[in-house]
């Protein structure tokens, strides 16, 4: 079965639009953390923002913030008032287990995201 | 500012040749990754090192192999190139007690 899971391959958005970015995981690990990076055409990767499975509010960084949901395995990632440069691959990645412990990452499919004048 | 570096960038390169791949940190980080990406598709992670003399197996099998004699320094190397290990690959450190990775620009591997 597929970790992180991203349903989205692609979308639209607007200018200075809001845009939700879906991301769902399988752990069976009560102790994990959520990452989104973003992937210019250029290729580097960029982290954005962290959520931690103990972290009782929502993760903000910036115009980026991460809708947690424990109960559903959710880990949007909300990218408000959208610019040009945020045109891009977002992928989103889960590491299981403490952090002493190791950070392995594991990625979803990523969503590229279109941004239209 | 992250600082990790990859070169080269770019490699076009014949079948059967030897290359390597290399990575360095200047962070001082214990930990550092390899991944191969193809174009728009997920990461996956091939080798990983905790530490000087510390190196394992990702989750996606790789012919490649990987050695770590230094603290920042976390080299790849393909023995015997094929059109199969055309691909992107990502380098990656991080510290100990952080989960965030930093990544490398990567190398875009063409082997015809």
């Known amino acids: 079965a597929q970790k992180i899971t991203q349903t989205q391959p692609g979308m639209f958005v607007q200018e200075k639009e809001a845009v939700t970015l879906d991301c769902t995981y399988d752990?069976?690990?009560?102790?994990?953390?959520l990452f989104w990076y973003k992937q210019p055409s250029s290729g580097e990767m960029i982290f954005l923002i962290y959520q931690g499975s103990y972290d009782q509010q929502n993760a903000t960084e910036g115009r980026y913030s991460l809708n947690f949901q424990k109960a559903r395995k959710s880990a949007n990632l909300v990218i408000s008032a959208s610019q040009l440069g945020d045109s891009a691959m977002y992928f989103c990645?889960?590491?299981?287990?403490?952090?002493?412990?190791?950070?392995?990452?594991?990625f979803g499919g990523g969503t590229r995201v279109l941004v239209k004048p | 500012e992250a600082d990790i570096y990859q070169t080269p960038r770019y490699l076009v390169i014949g079948t059967g040749k030897k290359i390597t791949l290399e990575c360095s940190q200047t962070m001082g980080h214990d930990k550092m990754y390899w991944y191969q990406q193809d174009p728009g598709m997920e990461l996956h992670l091939i080798h990983y090192s905790y530490g000087v003399n510390s190196t394992e197996k990702g989750d996606l099998s790789s012919e490649s192999t990987v050695s770590r004699i230094r603290t920042e320094h976390f080299p790849l190397t393909l023995e015997s190139a094929r059109p199969s290990h055309t691909s992107q690959y990502l380098c990656?450190?991080?510290?100990w007690g952080e989960g965030e990775q930093y990544f490398g620009p990567g190398t875009r591997l063409t082997v015809t």
């Open positions: 990656a450190s991080s510290p």
């Open positions: 752990t069976s690990d009560p102790s994990y953390g």
């Open positions: 990645a889960m590491r299981e287990g403490w952090e002493a412990a190791g950070n392995k990452l594991t």
